[in-house]
């Protein structure tokens, strides 16, 4: 595994490792470990990879979507706590959804999520060049909303019965950030 190096960008106490369609070709093209394959993702079953492979052998981009993930590694100990990105993006649109997830319950609630969305959003608007990025949370989820609102987000709406969580369909409040509020949120937060 010495030979794959990762894209990344540091925040105070994380690396964020990215993680693009070329990546994941390269981790699920057979010359990486089981072992090597669950340290990168952080995960801690078979099942948790198992899922993942399924996701790329399935298609995670197409002709016209794509993503770019990065996964939160802590500097001290280097634990995978989580991911964050864009997925669904729209190339052609320059739209993105924005998703994110701490996996590690002990690390919730220490603004290791906000630390790392903000170089984040900045890869999304100056770098991938989004004139609008989504983000979708249950409307119950406070810590979410509240970090979207944080990050400039603005409430649109809600989607009824938008996902399907532990056999029930939930709501998701819908969130958006457009290139030119993102732009004046960044000036009024310095």
């Not at 790329?56 to 280097?78: C, D, I, P, R, W």
């Not at 949370?137 to 509240?146: G, H, I, L, T």
């Not at 732009?183 to 937060?189: E, P, T, V």
Request: hydrophobic share 40%; charged share 25%.
């Amino acid at each position: 595994m010495d030979t794959l190096s990762f894209n990344t960008i540091e925040t105070e106490r994380l690396i964020l490792r990215e993680m693009t369609p070329s990546v994941f070709d390269l981790l699920f093209g057979g010359s990486v470990s089981e072992s090597e394959l669950m340290h990168i993702f952080g995960f801690l079953t078979q099942e948790e990879l198992d899922v993942q492979r399924a996701k790329y052998h399935q298609g995670m981009a197409t002709f016209n979507k794509s993503f770019l993930y990065y996964y939160l590694t802590e500097k001290v100990g280097g634990r995978n706590i989580g991911w964050c990105g864009f997925h669904t993006w729209y190339l052609q649109h320059r739209r993105a959804e924005l998703g994110y997830g701490i996996t590690v319950e002990t690390e919730k609630r220490k603004g290791l999520m906000s630390e790392a969305l903000k170089p984040i959003m900045h890869q999304g608007f100056k770098v991938m060049n989004l004139q609008r990025v989504e983000a979708f949370a249950s409307p119950r989820n406070e810590p979410s909303v509240k970090l979207l609102k944080n990050l400039g987000f603005v409430n649109e709406g809600l989607m009824r019965k938008h996902f399907f969580v532990n056999d029930v369909y939930e709501d998701s409040a819908v969130f958006s950030l457009l290139d030119t509020e993102y732009d004046a949120h960044i000036n009024q937060s310095r």
